[in-house]
Nanobody
Framework: QVQLVESGGGLVQAGGSLRLSCVAS????????MAWYRQAPGKQREWVAH???????NYADSVKGRFTISRDNAKNTVYLEMNSLNAEDTAVYYC?????????WGQGTQVTVSS
């Protein structure tokens, strides 16, 4: 299994943007799905977006049109570009990689949006 390390979180004002990165210790070329999840205080972890090995993307309704997920196989990195951030986007964001039967998680990166 690969190790995943997220970065790019921080404090941003409402309406601002951030780009999260998830770097894998090994190749992500053969990982079927790379995804981003988030967990807000007192809430369950929720799926945000994913990208498949062939580049197909899908987004939660709450972020559709504002967030963009992408992958750079050459850099073993997955990105989450987040625009028009609002207070409801405040959460710890986690990167996930899965290829049956394995699932790997990163340690998370905090995103805080001030209103």
């Amino acid at each position: 299994q690969v190790q995943l390390v997220e970065s790019g979180g921080g404090l941003v004002q409402a309406g601002g943007s951030l780009r999260l990165s998830c770097v894998a210790s090994g190749s992500i070329f053969n990982i079927n799905v790379m995804a981003w999840y988030r967990q807000a205080p007192g809430k369950q972890r929720e799926w945000v977006a994913h990208i498949t090995r062939d580049g197909t993307t899908n987004y939660a309704d709450s972020v559709k049109g504002r967030f963009t997920i992408s992958r750079d196989n050459a850099k073993n990195t997955v990105y989450l570009e987040m625009n028009s951030l609002n207070a409801e986007d405040t959460a710890v964001y986690y990167c996930q990689g899965r290829t049956y039967p394995y699932t790997s998680w990163g340690q998370g990166t905090q995103v805080t949006v001030s209103s």
